[in-house]
């Protein structure tokens, strides 16, 4: 069994930065990337970013890009979210994930395992 443990969420305030990280444990997970999605109801859950395995590959919401970064780490697979500049549309749960990337990075439909969530949230 797939295990996803998502870390580091809490408050902050707008301008400020947070960073996540998500251990996979247990069974290796089925796919060639890990990466965050995150949902804020009633919106749709949406992915945030993500990284291939190979370290070099990452994909970005075009909400993020130039604000957040991934990482991930393919010995210990651990990937992490760093978020600066953060603001009140940010705010949200974010999602541990890990599946099979695509052209278009990591879709709910790609998604082999899901973390529990963690909350983010943004103060004005």
């Known amino acids: 069994q797939v295990r996803l443990v998502e870390s580091g969420g809490g408050s902050v305030q707008a301008g400020g930065s947070l960073r996540l990280s998500c251990s996979s444990t247990g069974n290796m997970y089925r796919g060639n990337c890990m990466g965050w999605f995150r949902q804020a109801p009633p919106k749709e859950r949406e992915g945030v970013a993500a990284?291939?395995?190979?370290?070099?590959?990452?994909y970005y919401a075009a909400s993020v890009k130039g604000r957040f970064t991934v990482s991930l780490d393919v010995i210990k697979n651990i990937v992490d979210l760093e978020m600066h500049s953060l603001n009140a549309e940010d705010t949200a749960m974010y999602i541990c994930?890990?599946?099979?990337?695509?052209?278009?990075?990591?879709?709910?439909?790609?998604?082999?395992?899901w973390g529990q969530g963690i909350q983010v949230t943004v103060s004005p």
């Open positions: 994930a890990a599946g099979w990337c695509t052209a278009a990075g990591l879709t709910t439909a790609g998604v082999t395992a």
């Open positions: 990284m291939a395995r190979g370290g070099v590959t990452s």
